[in-house]
């Protein structure tokens, strides 16, 4: 990334769209381009076509995506399989016929195989089954990553992707039923200190570790990976350090201040057992995140008060 380059945030009023405009803010010498879907629809390859070609961006940011929770992808998987693939297919193909200098594609630590190895590396993509919660989802997003990788091989065009790990933060969705892991456990103790219930139930076992990364700290991520002249086709983002679900929800709960109990619904899925990034290639190319789990957290639960129709009362 250059100075005076025009970089088209794609998803820019999603959780990581949000974060990506607040990294290149901060940097104060590239042109941002963007577009709400009232001005483009990302499922419209010609409207896409068009854009790029009007637009003529440097950089692209596929930061855009259907995304949800275990409840949202086993709900509507035919929507997050049809709306990720022509996402992904329109934004890859029409940068390369309009010239775009540089794409980076956004996936998911999803992608990679239930009984994957751990932590996972980037050389165990489709090893063996996926995940049956989220495989609409996944392979979308691992056919975005192999789009990136072929036009890369055929044309030499410099297209690739970064994978990150279960991310949370400012703008995250904090539904009762679509959201994610964080925002939704943040949610319920809310509810739960706010009414004074006794108790609170978390889905499943407890007993699956999960990894989590701020958003903003993948948003440097990224624009650290878009100086990096010759990177991998695709390359994982996280922490490098995972919990059980069940430690996850005891330290919200006294980030949020509820002192009840914590109840588990055994008749819920568990989803994968455990999935811990192997970061290893990206700090060999010198990043590492900076935002701890904790510190995180309680900015999550700032977000939520802020955002949220759930005030503290």
């Known amino acids: 990334m250059n100075a005076g380059d025009k970089v088209f945030v794609a998803g820019h009023r999603g959780m990581v769209g949000k974060a990506l405009m607040r990294k290149l803010e901060s940097r104060g010498d590239v042109s941002i381009l963007t ?68 794409l ?65 933060g400012p703008g995250d969705n904090y539904h009762p039923e679509n959201s994610h892991v964080i925002p939704g456990i943040i949610r319920r103790f809310h509810e739960a200190k706010v009414n004074g219930a006794e108790s609170v139930t978390i889905w499943g076992t407890g007993k699956p570790r999960r990894e989590f990364l701020h958003v903003d700290d993948l948003a440097e991520a990224c624009l650290h990976l878009l100086t990096v002249e010759n990177p991998p086709d695709w390359i994982n983002v996280g922490s490098g350090e995972d919990q059980s679900i069940f430690e996850l929800a005891t330290l919200i709960a006294e980030v949020v201040g509820f002192r009840g109990n914590i109840l588990l619904d055994l008749s819920k899925p568990d989803g994968t057992p455990r999935k811990l990034m192997d970061i290893t290639k990206l700090q060999q190319l010198g990043w590492k995140p900076k935002i701890a789990l904790r510190d995180g957290l309680k900015g999550a639960y700032q977000d939520f008060l802020t955002t949220s129709d759930l005030r503290s009362k």
């Open 104 to 168: 980076l594609f956004l996936g998911s630590s999803c992608i990679y195989p239930k009984m994957a190895p751990q932590p996972m590396p980037e050389d165990c993509l489709l090893s063996s089954p996926l995940e049956a919660t989220n495989e609409a989802y996944a392979i979308a997003k691992i056919a975005g990553l192999k789009l990136c990788q072929h036009y890369r091989a055929q044309y030499g065009v410099m297209f690739h992707s970064a994978m990150p790990t279960n991310l949370y």
């Open 35 to 102: 577009a709400g879907r009232d001005q483009l629809d990302l499922l419209d390859q010609r409207a896409v076509g068009d854009f790029l070609e009007a637009e003529k961006p440097e950089i692209v940011l596929v930061a855009a995506a259907r995304v949800g929770g275990i409840h949202a992808n086993r709900t509507y998987p035919a929507e997050f399989i049809y709306d990720n693939l022509m996402i992904a297919s329109n934004l890859v193909h029409a940068s390369w016929k309009t010239n775009v200098q540089r």
